[in-house]
Nanobody, 121 residues
């Protein structure tokens, strides 16, 4: 499985962005896809996850501002980010894991190349 991300960029505080992640290749089972982020000097952290039946979860820091959704027919997930804050600035990575969703980084079967989100005035 290969993941291709898009949608990052520079946005002012309070603005919005939508990240996209498409999975390509042979997918043979129930899976979960989601977003993690890594700011300079910090560890990668989970943002939001969604599985093939639409069960979603997100980190407390983004609840009420970020929404994850999917188009399972296209094996694509989206992260709608509203009311962005400077502390949301990070490289955002899409991840793919077979079976159930997990925040454990080492469980993931594939990662995208990352897309940079910068929130600054």
């Amino acid at each position: 499985v290969q993941l291709v991300e898009s949608g990052g960029g520079l946005v002012q505080p309070g603005g919005s962005l939508r990240l996209n992640c498409a999975a390509y290749g042979y997918i043979y089972s129930w899976y979960c896809m989601g977003w993690f982020r890594q700011a300079p000097g910090k560890e990668r952290e989970g943002v939001a996850l969604i599985d093939t039946v639409g069960s979603a979860t997100s980190a407390d820091s983004v609840k009420g501002r970020f929404t994850i959704s999917q188009d399972s027919a296209k094996s694509t997930v989206y992260l709608q980010m509203n009311n962005l804050k400077p502390e949301d600035t990070a490289m955002y990575y899409c991840g793919f894991v077979y079976r159930g969703c997990t925040w454990a980084l080492n469980a993931f079967n594939a990662w995208g190349q990352g897309t940079l989100v910068t929130v600054s005035a």
